[in-house]
């Protein structure tokens, strides 16, 4: 049988990929996220922008 340090140690080994690709998820759907979010935004300010053109134009 293994000893008891071995047998963390192998542990530690075999959750380590685990860990990682559990991150890189994290990552991934992070950004994915903060991309929709950019574009609603931008699409946001772009009327935001339009309404005080339009606004400028009426009351000018």
């Not at 963390?8 to 080994?13: A, V």
């Not at 979010?37 to 935001?48: A, E, F, G, P, V």
Request: charged share 25%.
């Amino acid at each position: 049988m293994f000893n008891r340090r071995r047998l963390r140690s192998l542990s530690r080994i075999l959750v380590l990929p685990y860990v990682v690709f559990f991150l890189m998820a994290i990552f991934k759907y992070a950004e994915k996220l903060n991309k929709k979010l950019d574009s609603s935004y931008s699409r946001r300010l772009k009327t935001q922008q339009k309404v005080i053109v339009n606004l400028f134009l009426e009351y000018s």
